[in-house]
């Protein structure tokens, strides 16, 4: 069982890990600690924001603060499953095939533009991302571990895009937006720009090993009866809910539950609380749902619903 004292000295890696985020991405601080808890859940992270927020550079300085080896695709609608897993090259000289593996096989994987490829394409990450292995030709090859990917997507009603669909977005921890930034955050933007790029600067703060020492004491983290029994009723509640043709699966309360872990772990406590619970369950159940064809030309959200069924829901004692 996880100590109070090992949940409170996770906190100095973890803010030296923020602090080179904060760095490179200003004004942001709810969507960074959103990707720490995706990180420390060992979950993938989908961000969907218009072009030019800092999506890709959020990645980048991620794999950089670990000293990760990153992987990144540009997703469009000519790219093959092969061009991401990987493909059995034949050598005339001796008759044989060599695997050649693709840049599915990091640890820090940047999916860039994902809703650009085909739903073909799209699949090749289903595989890697549930269970951390890709199965090419017949034989599985596992990737490192940890194994994250921050899957990028322009909003839905732009040109040239294709929904995920619900079987992938469910593989994905955390939906989140960095949006827009503030005016002065905007200017100092332009200041940190006006001779080098932050990003350059950055050095890693912490390590994989410690990443993954980090990953195992999240699930140590203390969850009592009655919290436990609350995420599942919030999620339960999305598959009666008039508003919602798709509720949760089982997998989106179990991510939930864990997402709840790493969030009292951010937090420095050995236990989760509910409020660790609502602090994340609009970034892991919104993506996860869908809306009734009333509720969507009746301008209901699903991010609305789900507060809905927040405020519907006892919150234990």
Not at 127 to 135: D, V
Not at 148 to 157: C, H, I, K, R
Not at 213 to 228: D, I, K, N
Request: proline share 7%; net charge neutral; charged share 20%.
């Amino acid at each position: 069982m996880l100590s109070a004292g090992t949940a409170a000295q996770a906190l100095e890696p973890l803010a030296r890990l923020r602090g080179n985020l904060k760095a490179v991405i200003r004004g942001r601080e709810e969507p960074i600690d959103l990707l720490l808890i995706a990180l420390l859940g060992n979950g993938s992270v989908l961000m969907e924001d218009v072009p030019g927020v800092g999506k890709t550079t959020l990645a980048k300085a991620l794999a950089k603060s670990l000293a990760a080896d990153f992987g990144r695709i540009q997703f469009t609608p000519d790219l093959l499953p092969s061009d991401i897993l990987g493909a059995s090259i034949f050598n005339p000289r001796d008759a044989s095939f060599s695997f050649r593996k693709g840049p599915i096989f990091c640890s820090v994987l940047l999916a860039d533009e994902i809703n650009r490829a085909s739903p073909r394409t799209q699949s090749s990450l289903l595989e890697a991302m549930s269970e951390g292995q890709a199965t090419i030709d017949g034989t599985r090859y596992p990737l490192p571990a940890p194994f994250l990917v921050l899957a990028t997507q322009n909003p839905a009603d732009f040109q040239g895009t294709y929904p995920l669909p619900e079987a992938q977005l469910d593989r994905f921890l955390i939906q989140m937006s960095l949006g827009y930034p503030d005016r002065e955050m905007e200017v100092e933007i332009l200041f940190d720009q006006a001779v080098d790029v932050p990003i350059d600067h950055l050095t890693p703060v912490l390590s994989l090993d410690q990443l993954r020492l980090l990953q195992s004491q999240v699930r140590e983290v203390r969850v009592e009866r009655t919290v436990a029994q609350y995420v599942v009723d919030l999620t339960r509640k999305t598959r009666t809910h008039p508003h919602l043709k798709l509720g949760v699966s089982p997998r989106g309360t179990l991510m939930l539950f864990r997402a709840a872990q790493a969030a009292a772990f951010m937090a420095g406590r050995e236990y989760v609380i509910p409020d660790d619970v609502q602090r994340v369950v609009l970034a892991v159940l919104a993506h996860r749902t869908v809306l009734t064809s009333k509720a969507r030309f009746g301008a209901m959200t699903k991010e609305q619903a789900i507060r809905d069924i927040v405020t519907e829901i006892p919150v234990p004692v």
